[in-house]
Structures are given as structure tokens and as C-alpha cells.
């Protein structure tokens, strides 16, 4: 027996619904019950789809108003302290996004994935308990698809999960951890799913996506513990517990332990798993829910391949369910959404809808034999375009990525810049006007030309340059009038990178992007910045730094082609970025910042994978940045607060000037980069720019003081820790005075 399923599907609407209508609720325009309606509406569109697509297994509670985990904190009880007052949506909403002067949960990452969710906070005051009892969302949800006459297996996000992403309250004693809660939190799952069996449910599937990265032999005690609790229920649904993003080795003998009916292993994203359930004897009593489909990419599956895992599965265990290899939710809706794209292209790709067919095929195949993919196999063959110029010349590079030792660099780019001690900069973007905007808006949709574009454009250069000239900073940029977006503007003028026109993709609550495609060999057509750049140096004469987007970025915020390792593309990504350079260079650009925001990002989730992965993160940087005189500067710039992993990767990127977001003091972020190695100059961001507060002038000035208990003054950069785009121009004029006053009192302080 086999049947088909996916681990969770997007929610948000073909049409961006749920944005639409969440945000009307925000703004007063809309009540609750016209949001709920919406909800209920996107959630009827999803089961009936799922169904009428032939798949068997329908998951539900996959659907939220904003985030799954803040979703089972509701579900829980457990809001901190700040929120209790609140009920309802009040209560929800504010979570997610604060409210009256209450501070908003802290969000992070999903995982490696570019969703975003918001951290639990627990301490001992937490007592989970099932909020709203038989109303709780996910027995509504399983009800409410129940009256469709859709049976559902409601997805919940596991309990160790849960707890290993929470973090412990502000209040907390010391030494408490969220693991601490085990018992009492299993105890509200006991209740939810005796109560799901109350209402019929057949199946529940709990997420541990936990299990893919490194876990200790107490938190797999903990795993035992929690699901040997919930199995041993006498009333409840049958148990799936979906593992995925990666390999979980020693947890699954861990989970097998257990009498969980339904394992689900992501084979896309963790290859090894097929051996780790062969080394274990398989599981021949047992369901597996094979991810076979790449939940997390926008590829089409390999049909045949995918066959023939499903078939050495079947061998192995008591049941095969095909599915994805974790939620839809990280694809975007539709590929049939996208007639713009390339027909070659458009046949390569597969987002949720397709993914779904191709789920229902696989089941097909290995009901009736082989033959039904043999047709729908065809047009797979079609191939990313290679490049054989960009392959020859990356050869020949080898490499490439060496620069002179950075004493001698140091020493070069002092007689060229002539920058004095605690140089001023900034990040690169400026503020983004309306005005601006809606000619970058005018020029795309064809309302105004190339001429009158260009005529805004530099008017807004003009008056950067100049308000940077009036504030006395000494290395100036041209502020990025006319990029929406770091990746996506260099995506749309790289060769092998297409666009999506509605390919949204939710990364946190309304906020949902649209990442490009890289789907073949990347080269660059012709410069990509340099009229702009030279244009802004034409308006100066101190050095205007050139902007670009380093190779790990271009790759980690797109949907990146599977065909070859990501070091492979992140190379030719990089030999563009060279080629810009060296353009910019010659056109008498002296200082060049290659932003890796996403340097941390896109680090694996098993340790054993870390140096392998920051090896070609590295080598990438490199072959892009090294192909520069002396004289010529090169920065970097990073923004997120852990980067305790990869504070090494940060010296080997052999950048001359690395800006970090410094969330800790500034102090211990440059002693850190100090003892691990770290040789050139550093900026360690003086003020938050994601606030519009304006720091005074002392309180920056106390930071550079005590930054230079660590650093000479020839290497401590100051600027703010991030770019400005997202601010107003009032509070970034007077942060970036006062910024600039800070210095020069302790420029002057040192010279005297
Ligand atoms: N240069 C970019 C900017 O200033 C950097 C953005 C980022 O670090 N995320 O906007
Ligand atoms: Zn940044």
C-alpha cells in the first residue's frame, strides 16, 4: 500500500489575500470577522485544491494568521508575562509585532530557510495549558475541514521542537532552559490529541525539524521521553513525526524507539537518511513518509529517480507515503502563475501546485507501474545553460585569490586614500524617498524613459553626495536610488538569473519576497554599476565606495539550480562580481564594498558540514575581491549579531575593512575579531539603524573610546551597522552628524 501527501502548503493566496487582508485589519480598515473570513476562504481554496489534485492525505493547521510557532504559543498559553493582559487577536498581534510600547517577540530564522519565526519566551511562570480547549485552532481547523467533507491530518510544530527553539524569559532564573518544561508542555499535547481523537482524527503529524541538526544525548533522551508519552495514549490519532531540512541520524533509532506510527524523513535535503534507515533494519512495522520532492526549491522532481527511492524504501519498511520533503510553504504558489519566463525555464520549474502532481504521480507510479511517469519524464532532459566561456575562464583561474599581505596594502591604500584615523562611512543605501521610488515604479512599468529615469536618479545622487560632503564624512557612497532590492538588482542584469512576477514567498508575517531564479551559467552581460558609481565620484573628490552584493548573498536569498554544488555557482557568481571590480577600478574607483550579509545564513546545520561549506563561502568572496591593486580597498559588510561560528570566515575573507552589526559592545566585538586573527580594519557599527532613534553624540563617542582599547585608530572604521534605506532623511541626517562629531572629538583627543 502506498498513498501521498505534502508536510504543509503556502498560505497566503494566490492573489497575496492574506496580506491584503491582514494589513487592512492593522490599519482599521477591516474587522476581525472580515480577516477570519479571509482565512477561512484561503483554507477552503487549499483542502479542496489539495483534493481535486487526487492527493490522499490532507494536512491541515497549516494555515496561520502569521506564524506557526507563535501559533503554538497561543495554543500553549504560554505568552510572556508583557502580553497577558491582552486576549484575542490583541494578544496575537501584539506578539508579532508589539503594541503600546510592548516589545514584539524576537524573530529569527526557520532553520536554514528564509522564513522567519517568532522565538518563544519561557520561564518558570509558563503553565501550558491547552488555550481554548476544544475550540483550540487546530481542532477548529480539523472541524471546519471536516465540514467540507475533507478528512485532515492536522500538523502541529513538536513539542522538542518548540522547546529548542524557545528561549528562556528576561525574568528567568538562572540556569533555567525551556527543555525544563518537557513534561508539562507533552502534557498539552496528551490533551490535544486525545481531544483530536474525540473529533475523528485519524492522523496528527507533529514537525521535529530540530532532529536535523546536531542534537545532545539529553535532548534525545527528551525526544524518547516526550514521544513515549504520546504514544503510550490510549485515545488518539496516529502519530506522524515529520523530520526534515537534513539528516537526523542518532535521532532515528532514537524515534524508532519510540511507538510513533509514521516517521517522515526528508531525502532531497538529507540523502543519507535512506542508508541510516537501512543500517537500522528498516522499519518494517512502520510508516514512511518518503520526501522525495524538494519542498525548499523550485525545480522539477526527477521522476525516476524519486521511483526508485520510494521502491528500495518499500523494501524496507511497513508502508510508503510519498511526499515533499517539508512544507510547500518555502515554494512560491504556482509556476502556471508565471508566462513571462522563458518557455525553457518554465518547464524546469515546479512550485506548490506542481509539486502536488507530481506527488500524486509518484503515488500513481508506484501503485501501477513505472510506465505512468514515463511521458511526464520527457521534458526534464531540458538542461541549464552552460556557459563554456565562464567555465574556461574560471579554470584558468584556478584559485585567483591571493592578494599581497595587508601590511602592504595597509601601507598602499594610505597613499591613495589619504583617509585619516577613525575614518567615517557609511553602509550604502540612503534613505528611500517616494519620489524615488516611484520613478524606479514609472521607469519599469514604461510611464517614464530611460532619460527621465536617469534625470531622477542623479538629482538624488546629486543630493547625497552632497549632504555627505556637508556632514564631513570621508568615504562616501552613492546611496542605491535605484535598487528595490541587494539581490534582485544585480539578478535581473546577470545572465543564467530569471524573475518571477508573482512568485511570493512568505518570509515573515505580511512580509513575503519574491527571490530570482539562478537557473544556469551566471556571466555578466556589461558593468552593472558603474554609471552610477563614477557618476557620484564625478560629484566629489573624496573616495566614493563602489556597492555590490557578495556571491554567498546572490545565492542565499535565490532559488539556486541543484544541478551542480553551490560552490560551483557561487565561482561564477564570483567572477562576475571580478569582472565589476576590476570595471569599477579602472574607472578610478578606489574603494569597493562586497555586503555578505548572509554569511551566517547559509551555514549548515550539522557542524560537520561547517568547514566545508565556509571553504567555498570563502574561496567565493576571494576570487571576487582579489583581482585588485594594492591601493584599491576593499570592504566588507555583515549584519547579524551571531556570528560567533564563523568569526574566523571573517579574517579568511581577507577583506581591508569588515563593518559588523555590533550587538554586543563594541569592545568585546572587536577583541573577539582580534583573537580570532582578524588583522585589518574594522567597523563596528556605531548606532542601530533599525530604529529611528538618534544616538548622541557622547554615547557613540564612549563606543569608539572603548572599541580603541583594541584596535589602532588607523583601523577603526566608523559608520552606522547597517544600511539606511529603510530609514527617513531628518533622523539619518542627525545620526550621521552626531556620528560624525563623535569621531573627530576622538581624532582630536588622540592628537593632542
Ligand atoms: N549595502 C546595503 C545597504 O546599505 C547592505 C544591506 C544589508 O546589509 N542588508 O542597503
Ligand atoms: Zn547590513
Not at 526557520?110 to 517568532?118: I, M, S, V
Not at 563602489?546 to 542565499?556: C, E, N, Q, R, S
Given at each position: 500500500?502506498?498513498?501521498?501527501?505534502v508536510l504543509g502548503y503556502p498560505r497566503i493566496?494566490p492573489?497575496?489575500?492574506?496580506?491584503?487582508?491582514?494589513?487592512?485589519?492593522?490599519?482599521?480598515?477591516?474587522?476581525?470577522?472580515?480577516?477570519?473570513?479571509?482565512?477561512?476562504?484561503?483554507?477552503?481554496?487549499?483542502?479542496?485544491?489539495?483534493?481535486?489534485?487526487?492527493?490522499?492525505?490532507?494536512?491541515?493547521?497549516?494555515?496561520?494568521?502569521?506564524?506557526?510557532?507563535?501559533?503554538?504559543?497561543?495554543?500553549?498559553?504560554?505568552?510572556?508575562?508583557?502580553?497577558?493582559?491582552?486576549?484575542?487577536?490583541?494578544?496575537?498581534?501584539?506578539?508579532?509585532?508589539?503594541?503600546?510600547?510592548?516589545?514584539?517577540?524576537?524573530?529569527?530564522?526557520?532553520?536554514?530557510t528564509n522564513y522567519?519565526?517568532?522565538?518563544?519566551?519561557?520561564?518558570?511562570?509558563?503553565?501550558?495549558?491547552?488555550?481554548?480547549?476544544?475550540?483550540?485552532?487546530?481542532?477548529?481547523?480539523?472541524?471546519?475541514?471536516?465540514?467540507?467533507?475533507?478528512?485532515?491530518?492536522?500538523?502541529?510544530?513538536?513539542?522538542?521542537?518548540?522547546?529548542?527553539?524557545?528561549?528562556?524569559?528576561?525574568?528567568?532564573?538562572?540556569?533555567?532552559?525551556?527543555?525544563?518544561?518537557?513534561?508539562?508542555?507533552?502534557?498539552?499535547?496528551?490533551?490535544?490529541?486525545?481531544?483530536?481523537?474525540?473529533?475523528?482524527?485519524?492522523?496528527?503529524?507533529?514537525?521535529?525539524?530540530?532532529?536535523?541538526?546536531?542534537?545532545?544525548?539529553?535532548?534525545?533522551?527528551?525526544?524518547?521521553?516526550?514521544?513515549?508519552?504520546?504514544?503510550?495514549?490510549?485515545?488518539?490519532?496516529?502519530?506522524?513525526?515529520?523530520?526534515y531540512?537534513?539528516?537526523?541520524?542518532?535521532?532515528?533509532?532514537?524515534?524508532?524507539?519510540?511507538?510513533?506510527?509514521?516517521?517522515?524523513?526528508?531525502?532531497v535535503?538529507?540523502?543519507?537518511?535512506?542508508?541510516?534507515?537501512?543500517?537500522?533494519?528498516?522499519?518494517?512495522?512502520?510508516?514512511?513518509?518518503?520526501g522525495?520532492v524538494d519542498g525548499r526549491n523550485v525545480w522539477r522532481t526527477?521522476?525516476?529517480?524519486?521511483?526508485?527511492?520510494?521502491?528500495?524504501?518499500?523494501?524496507?519498511?511497513?508502508?510508503?507515503?510519498?511526499?515533499t520533503s517539508c512544507s510547500l510553504l518555502h515554494v512560491p504558489l504556482d509556476a502556471d502563475a508565471e508566462?513571462?519566463?522563458?518557455?525553457?525555464?518554465?518547464?524546469?520549474l515546479a512550485f506548490a501546485r506542481q509539486k502536488v502532481d507530481e506527488v500524486?504521480?509518484?503515488?500513481?507510479?508506484?501503485?501501477?507501474?513505472?510506465?505512468?511517469?514515463?511521458?511526464?519524464?520527457?521534458?526534464?532532459?531540458?538542461?541549464?545553460?552552460?556557459?563554456?566561456?565562464?567555465?574556461?575562464?574560471?579554470?584558468?583561474?584556478?584559485?585567483?585569490?591571493?592578494?599581497?599581505?595587508?601590511?602592504?596594502?595597509?601601507?598602499?591604500?594610505?597613499?591613495?586614500?589619504?583617509?585619516?584615523?577613525?575614518?567615517?562611512?557609511?553602509?550604502?543605501?540612503?534613505?528611500?524617498?517616494?519620489?524615488?521610488?516611484?520613478?524606479?515604479?514609472?521607469?519599469?512599468?514604461?510611464?517614464?524613459?530611460?532619460?527621465?529615469?536617469?534625470?531622477?536618479?542623479?538629482?538624488?545622487?546629486?543630493?547625497?553626495?552632497?549632504?555627505?560632503?556637508?556632514?564631513?564624512?570621508?568615504?562616501?557612497?552613492?546611496?542605491?536610488?535605484?535598487?528595490?532590492?541587494?539581490?534582485?538588482?544585480?539578478?535581473?542584469?546577470?545572465?543564467?538569473?530569471?524573475?518571477t512576477?508573482n512568485g511570493w514567498v512568505q518570509s515573515?508575517?505580511?512580509?513575503y519576497v519574491r527571490p530570482?531564479i539562478?537557473?544556469?551559467?551566471?556571466?555578466?552581460?556589461?558593468?552593472?554599476?558603474?554609471?552610477?558609481?563614477?557618476?557620484?565620484?564625478?560629484?566629489?573628490?573624496?573616495?566614493?565606495?563602489?556597492?555590490?552584493?557578495?556571491?554567498?548573498?546572490?545565492?542565499?536569498?535565490s532559488f539556486v539550480?541543484d544541478?551542480?554544488?553551490?560552490?560551483?555557482?557561487?565561482?561564477?557568481?564570483?567572477?562576475?562580481?571580478?569582472?565589476?571590480?576590476?570595471?569599477?577600478?579602472?574607472?578610478?574607483?578606489?574603494?569597493?564594498?562586497?555586503?555578505?550579509?548572509?554569511?551566517?545564513?547559509?551555514?549548515?546545520?550539522?557542524?560537520?558540514?561547517?568547514?566545508?561549506?565556509?571553504?567555498?563561502?570563502?574561496?567565493?568572496?576571494?576570487?571576487?575581491?582579489?583581482?585588485?591593486?594594492?591601493?584599491?580597498?576593499?570592504?566588507?559588510?555583515?549584519?547579524?549579531?551571531?556570528?560567533?561560528?564563523?568569526?574566523?570566515?571573517?579574517?579568511?575573507?581577507?577583506?581591508?575593512?569588515?563593518?559588523?552589526?555590533?550587538?554586543?559592545?563594541?569592545?568585546?566585538?572587536?577583541?573577539?575579531?582580534?583573537?580570532?586573527?582578524?588583522?585589518?580594519?574594522?567597523?563596528?557599527?556605531?548606532?542601530?539603524?533599525?530604529?529611528?532613534?538618534?544616538?548622541?553624540?557622547?554615547?557613540?563617542?564612549?563606543?569608539?573610546?572603548?572599541?580603541?582599547?583594541?584596535?589602532?585608530?588607523?583601523?577603526?572604521?566608523?559608520?552606522?551597522?547597517?544600511?539606511?534605506?529603510?530609514?527617513?532623511?531628518?533622523?539619518?541626517?542627525?545620526?550621521?552628524?552626531?556620528?560624525?562629531?563623535?569621531?573627530?572629538?576622538?581624532?582630536?583627543?588622540?592628537?593632542?
Amino acid at each position: 500500500m502506498t498513498s501521498t501527501t505534502v508536510l504543509g502548503y503556502p498560505r497566503i493566496g494566490p492573489e497575496r489575500e492574506l496580506k491584503r487582508a491582514t494589513e487592512a485589519y492593522w490599519a482599521g480598515r477591516a474587522g476581525e470577522a472580515e480577516l477570519l473570513r479571509t482565512g477561512a476562504g484561503l483554507r477552503r481554496d487549499v483542502w479542496t485544491g489539495l483534493r481535486d489534485a487526487g492527493l490522499e492525505q490532507i494536512p491541515s493547521n497549516t494555515f496561520s494568521l502569521y506564524d506557526q510557532v507563535l501559533d503554538t504559543t497561543v495554543l500553549l498559553d504560554a505568552a510572556p508575562a508583557r502580553f497577558r493582559h491582552l486576549s484575542g487577536l490583541d494578544a496575537y498581534f501584539a506578539m508579532a509585532r508589539g503594541a503600546d510600547g510592548i516589545p514584539a517577540l524576537e524573530m529569527t530564522k526557520w532553520f536554514d530557510t528564509n522564513y522567519h519565526y517568532l522565538v518563544p519566551e519561557l520561564g518558570l511562570d509558563t503553565r501550558p495549558r491547552l488555550a481554548g480547549g476544544g475550540g483550540a485552532k487546530p481542532i477548529a481547523e480539523y472541524r471546519e475541514a471536516r465540514a467540507l467533507g475533507i478528512e485532515t491530518r492536522p500538523v502541529l510544530v513538536g513539542p522538542l521542537t518548540y522547546l529548542l527553539l524557545a528561549k528562556p524569559a528576561p525574568d528567568a532564573p538562572e540556569g533555567f532552559r525551556p527543555l525544563d518544561l518537557l513534561d508539562p508542555v507533552v502534557e498539552v499535547y496528551a490533551e490535544l490529541l486525545e481531544r483530536l481523537a474525540g473529533e475523528g482524527a485519524q492522523w496528527v503529524q507533529l514537525d521535529e525539524p530540530a532532529l536535523a541538526a546536531d542534537r545532545t544525548d539529553e535532548e534525545l533522551e527528551a525526544l524518547r521521553r516526550a514521544y513515549d508519552r504520546l504514544a503510550g495514549l490510549t485515545s488518539r490519532p496516529r502519530l506522524m513525526v515529520a523530520t526534515y531540512f537534513g539528516e537526523i541520524g542518532a535521532a532515528l533509532p532514537a524515534l524508532a524507539a519510540t511507538r510513533v506510527e509514521a516517521i517522515g524523513l526528508d531525502f532531497v535535503a538529507g540523502p543519507g537518511n535512506l542508508q541510516a534507515l537501512a543500517s537500522i533494519g528498516g522499519l518494517p512495522r512502520r510508516t514512511l513518509v518518503a520526501g522525495v520532492v524538494d519542498g525548499r526549491n523550485v525545480w522539477r522532481t526527477d521522476l525516476s529517480k524519486s521511483v526508485s527511492t520510494c521502491a528500495s524504501l518499500l523494501g524496507l519498511v511497513g508502508e510508503v507515503v510519498v511526499g515533499t520533503s517539508c512544507s510547500l510553504l518555502h515554494v512560491p504558489l504556482d509556476a502556471d502563475a508565471e508566462p513571462d519566463l522563458d518557455p525553457g525555464l518554465r518547464a524546469r520549474l515546479a512550485f506548490a501546485r506542481q509539486k502536488v502532481d507530481e506527488v500524486v504521480l509518484l503515488g500513481r507510479a508506484l501503485r501501477e507501474g513505472h510506465d505512468v511517469i514515463a511521458d511526464a519524464d520527457g521534458d526534464v532532459v531540458a538542461r541549464p545553460r552552460i556557459d563554456n566561456r565562464v567555465r574556461a575562464r574560471l579554470d584558468a583561474l584556478g584559485d585567483g585569490s591571493v592578494r599581497p599581505d595587508r601590511s602592504v596594502r595597509f601601507a598602499a591604500q594610505q597613499r591613495a586614500l589619504e583617509l585619516p584615523p577613525l575614518a567615517t562611512t557609511t553602509i550604502g543605501s540612503f534613505p528611500q524617498t517616494a519620489e524615488v521610488r516611484r520613478a524606479r515604479a514609472d521607469h519599469r512599468a514604461g510611464r517614464i524613459d530611460a532619460d527621465a529615469y536617469e534625470k531622477v536618479m542623479r538629482a538624488e545622487i546629486d543630493r547625497v553626495i552632497a549632504l555627505q560632503e556637508e556632514l564631513g564624512l570621508d568615504v562616501l557612497v552613492h546611496g542605491e536610488p535605484e535598487r528595490n532590492d541587494m539581490v534582485q538588482y544585480f539578478a535581473e542584469q546577470l545572465d543564467g538569473y530569471a524573475a518571477t512576477v508573482n512568485g511570493w514567498v512568505q518570509s515573515y508575517g505580511t512580509r513575503y519576497v519574491r527571490p530570482p531564479i539562478l537557473h544556469g551559467d551566471v556571466s555578466r552581460p556589461e558593468a552593472m554599476t558603474v554609471r552610477w558609481t563614477t557618476y557620484a565620484q564625478s560629484r566629489t573628490r573624496r573616495p566614493v565606495k563602489g556597492m555590490l552584493t557578495g556571491p554567498v548573498t546572490m545565492l542565499a536569498w535565490s532559488f539556486v539550480r541543484d544541478d551542480q554544488p553551490l560552490g560551483e555557482t557561487a565561482r561564477q557568481v564570483a567572477l562576475a562580481l571580478r569582472d565589476e571590480i576590476r570595471d569599477l577600478e579602472a574607472a578610478g574607483i578606489g574603494v569597493v564594498q562586497v555586503d555578505e550579509p548572509a554569511l551566517r545564513e547559509l551555514l549548515p546545520l550539522r557542524r560537520s558540514a561547517h568547514a566545508a561549506y565556509l571553504e567555498w563561502a570563502v574561496g567565493a568572496f576571494r576570487l571576487a575581491t582579489c583581482g585588485v591593486a594594492d591601493s584599491t580597498q576593499i570592504h566588507t559588510h555583515m549584519c547579524y549579531s551571531e556570528f560567533g561560528e564563523v568569526i574566523g570566515a571573517i579574517g579568511d575573507l581577507d577583506a581591508d575593512v569588515a563593518s559588523v552589526e555590533a550587538a554586543r559592545s563594541h569592545m568585546e566585538l572587536v577583541t573577539d575579531l582580534r583573537e580570532a586573527g582578524y588583522g585589518s580594519g574594522i567597523g563596528p557599527g556605531v548606532y542601530d539603524i533599525h530604529s529611528p532613534r538618534v544616538p548622541a553624540v557622547e554615547e557613540m563617542e564612549e563606543s569608539l573610546r572603548r572599541a580603541l582599547q583594541a584596535i589602532a585608530p588607523g583601523r577603526l572604521w566608523v559608520n552606522p551597522d547597517c544600511g539606511l534605506k529603510t530609514r527617513g532623511y531628518p533622523e539619518t541626517e542627525a545620526a550621521l552628524r552626531n556620528m560624525v562629531e563623535a569621531a573627530r572629538r576622538v581624532r582630536d583627543s588622540l592628537s593632542s
